[in-house]
């Protein structure tokens, strides 16, 4: 299979989880369905490393690099779920999105990798079409301030930071399941020091409700992480980070779908649409 394929698949399944957490956080909080995701990958990773054959022999650096991903996701999804919360979903995946920028600017400079001219006009067609389809006015929250725009930019970077160091892990010893579990584990161990840091704060908020959309957004996400680690394995950020960041796109489509009364299709739409389409082919004919 291909990277370009996996990273689509990334795509789907995050945009996914989304679509669920937006239901979910009606009744909850983001500090709650961060928790839950973080134990549904850490349960389903670490039973699927044991099944398929154990922990694998890989460099110790790559441990250390890996737990500091842990931190850096686990920012990811407390910084993604509250903008959805504060925002709204459409604007909060568009300035997410933009994280193969970053990605990409990591990864020419740092890891040395090729971007030709396909895939740079790839890159931008992919994000201008994902702004185009994501960036629509919402009705906000009584308690929304500018800097709640600030929430989704910090994920993006974060993300943008966490694909070059993966592909670096990635590049020493091919092992993206049990990289993935480590991770889980990482974001479990750093969301207790947050805990104890930030416990005044936000609660946990356990509502029957919100419990099984967030089951499902877990399941998601964790594949959604399991699958960029497996694109990552099969070819470069400037390739994988484009692709893997057109969620937005599935995301409204989802919504179209299954939140008919949030989301409406019109020309922006259909103009994102065609510039995501146009750009996924041009990376596609990079390969």
Known sequence: MSAQLVALFTAISYATALILARKGLR?????????????IQLVTLWTAVFLTGGIPNVPLITIFLL?????????????AYTGVDKIGASRSSALQSTSPLVSAGIAILVLQEHAGPAVLLGTVLVVCG????????????????????????AAACLTGINHPIRRYALSLANAPLFYSAIMGASSLLWFFAYLALFSSDERLVWDRRAFWPFVFTGLCETLSILCIMTALSLGPVVVVAPLGATYPMWALLGSVVFLRDVERINFRTIAGISSVVAGTISINLAR
């Not at 500091?68 to 910084?79: A, C, H, I, P, S």
Request: hydrophobic residues 50%.
């Open 67 to 79: 737990l500091f991903v842990g931190l850096t996701q686990l920012g990811v999804r407390l910084f």
């Open 130 to 153: 994902i702004v185009l389809i994501s960036w629509k006015p919402e009705k906000l929250v009584p308690t929304y301030r500018w800097w709640h725009l600030l929430l989704p930019l």
């Open 27 to 39: 009744y909850s909080t983001p500090r709650t369905v961060t928790f839950l995701s973080i134990i």
